[in-house]
């Protein structure tokens, strides 16, 4: 048992808002994106990586955004609705916008970056109007991911989508996903990133997420219990403080302090932890697990998705994480 309250009655398990883009993947490992010539093409972006993690792991999941009215943003519709995912709150863009190219570069299993194109992207055209109140209502859970606070009207739409999942008892979770692109000033994203934040159930973030978000309100913080007990003043249930390779911290509102499994791997990337963990952790949650299993739940899937080339394409099934688990032991005494 977790401290969330779902109601099973409805149709939708998960909704996730914002950022429908392109990851293009290097082929070349270890070798800088300056030697780089070829890449793979992924559907990307952080909320869309973990709809497709809800997805697999069987969960009825829809989505809120838009795309590009281009050949990319028609290929993200078809991997979307491949993926079972519904798309009726997927809109096709007809402003000009692009859509959002991630190019990851691989220099080593663990320093890895990501290049990103981000101007005039379709997903921050997301109006106040595409967000459909039924819609919320009918699910039992959102996902916001910070980057959708980037910029106008997305910033808005988002803010709208809270306001109706508050009105009807949606359990929000919110992924800070801190991305360097579009925000103007540090006071811009301190401002955004904290009215989000009081408005949500579950806060997900990595350390240094967290310390851009504190930047201007609790400066020089490093203290993870400090951190979460803000939240709870707020509408905060649980909040988890992620830190890499080193594992996961939670902290409920009931007072709990729960240090998450990790499961060490060598990773072929770094990136696509912070989504697959997302995914699967959320998913233990709405399962009714205790927190501990939901995050240990999280990091089975990240350390599968770290070792694989892709974040979408790799999102594993349940029985593809409890087989690693229960095998972690054992491949790691052949190792
Ligand atoms: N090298 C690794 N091996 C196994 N698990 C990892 C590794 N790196 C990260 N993880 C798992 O993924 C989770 C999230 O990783 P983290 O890097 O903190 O997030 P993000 O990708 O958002 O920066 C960690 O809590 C851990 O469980
Ligand atoms: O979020 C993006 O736009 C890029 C992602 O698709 C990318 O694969 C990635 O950075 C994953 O992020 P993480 O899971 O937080 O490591």
Not at 123 to 137: A, F, H, M, R
Request: aromatic content about 10%.
């Amino acid at each position: 048992m977790n401290n969330l309250k779902f109601d099973n009655q409805r149709l939708i398990d998960f909704i996730a808002i914002g950022r429908l883009c392109i990851d293009l993947n290097a082929n070349e490992i270890n070798r800088p994106m300056e030697e780089t010539l070829t890449f793979t093409k992924y559907l990307g972006g952080s909320p869309a990586n973990i709809a497709i993690a809800m997805s697999k792991l069987g969960m009825n999941t829809g989505f809120i955004g838009r795309v590009a009215d281009d050949q990319m943003g028609r290929y993200i519709v078809d991997y979307l609705k491949k993926s079972n995912i519904d798309i009726s709150n997927v809109i096709t863009d007809k402003s000009g916008s692009v859509t959002g190219l991630a190019f990851t570069e691989i220099k080593s299993p663990t320093d890895c970056s990501i290049l990103m194109y981000r101007d005039n992207v379709a997903d921050l055209k997301l109006q106040p109007t595409d967000v459909n109140e039924e819609y919320i209502k009918n699910a039992k859970a959102i996902l916001v991911s910070g980057t959708a606070l980037a910029a106008s009207p997305s910033r808005e739409a988002v803010f709208l989508a809270l306001d109706y999942a508050r009105k009807h008892n949606t359990v929000v979770f919110f992924d800070i996903d801190y991305r360097p692109y579009t925000w103007k000033s540090v006071e811009e994203i301190s401002v955004y990133y904290n009215l989000v934040a009081e408005k949500c159930d579950v806060i997900v973030g990595t350390r240094e997420e967290f310390d851009m978000m504190e930047m201007l309100t609790m400066k020089g913080n490093k203290d993870d219990h400090a951190t979460a007990q803000k939240w709870f003043n707020f509408n905060a249930k649980i909040v988890v403080i992620k830190h890499g390779k080193e594992g996961s911290i939670a902290y409920t509102k009931k007072g709990e302090e729960i240090v998450g499994d990790v499961f060490p791997v060598t990773p072929l990337k770094t990136f696509g932890a912070g989504d697959s963990y997302a995914g699967a952790f959320i998913y233990g949650l709405m399962q009714g697990w205790d927190i501990g299993e939901a995050m240990k739940f999280g990091a089975g899937s990240a350390a599968i998705v770290v070792s694989s080339h892709s974040c979408s394409d790799a999102m594993p099934t349940t029985t593809q994480i409890e087989e690693f688990i229960l095998n972690y032991g054992k491949y790691k005494a052949i190792e």
